[in-house]
């Protein structure tokens, strides 16, 4: 892993951006990573957008800011790529990850130009299938993962079984659906 990598999220209130970028700072913090995860929206409800950031490094962390030049980002809502610029800022050498069920060919004319890396997950079936809800949030974690190489696939997946115990120590029974939509989403990411 480089010294530091910076990803920012797009989404809408109740989609999981936030919880997934909190869990992603937890996970690489139980890994050894020096780790930054925080939200950053207006006036909170559901549907409306908002932001959240991960500062991961394999040193300290000095910048307490928000993120104006990510190296991924990670689109939880395509409806965003309407009315956002999700791609602003967003390093050519990075990548952006967006949940859609259309092509990457269809997607690309709304980035706004960007030249970089574009990879397209199916959130929704993947949820659906794995959790009979619509929860985007463990794909779309499991995603960046994969795009990023953050960490090892199966450390991801070991850590996050950790973290969905303690999480879900009341309601065990949803540790088994978010598994397998973490491993779905590992493989289909494209």
Do not use: C
Request: glycine fraction near 8%; charge should be neutral; avoid cysteine.
């Amino acid at each position: 892993m480089k010294k530091l990598t910076e990803i920012r999220w797009h989404g809408r209130g109740g989609q999981g951006a936030k919880t997934a970028a909190l869990l992603l700072a937890d996970v690489a913090f139980s890994t050894g990573m020096y780790v930054q995860g925080f939200p950053e929206y207006g006036p909170e409800r559901m549907g409306a957008p908002i932001t959240a950031y991960n500062r991961l490094s394999s040193e300290k962390i000095r910048t307490h800011s928000n993120i104006y030049d990510p190296d991924y980002v990670v689109v939880v809502d395509e409806t965003l790529l309407d009315s956002v610029n999700v791609t602003d800022g967003l390093k050519k050498e990075g990548a952006i990850v967006i949940n859609t069920a259309r092509s990457k060919e269809d997607i690309i004319p709304k980035l706004n130009g960007y030249e970089g890396r574009v990879y397209t997950i199916d959130a929704r079936k993947i949820s659906l299938e794995a959790l009979g809800k619509y929860f985007p949030n463990s794909p779309m974690l499991a995603a960046i993962v994969k795009v990023s190489g953050i960490m090892e696939e199966e450390t991801f997946l070991e850590e996050m079984r950790k973290s969905y115990a303690h999480k879900f120590a009341s309601k065990p029974e949803v540790i088994e659906g978010n598994m397998k939509a973490l491993s779905l989403a590992l493989q289909e990411v494209q």
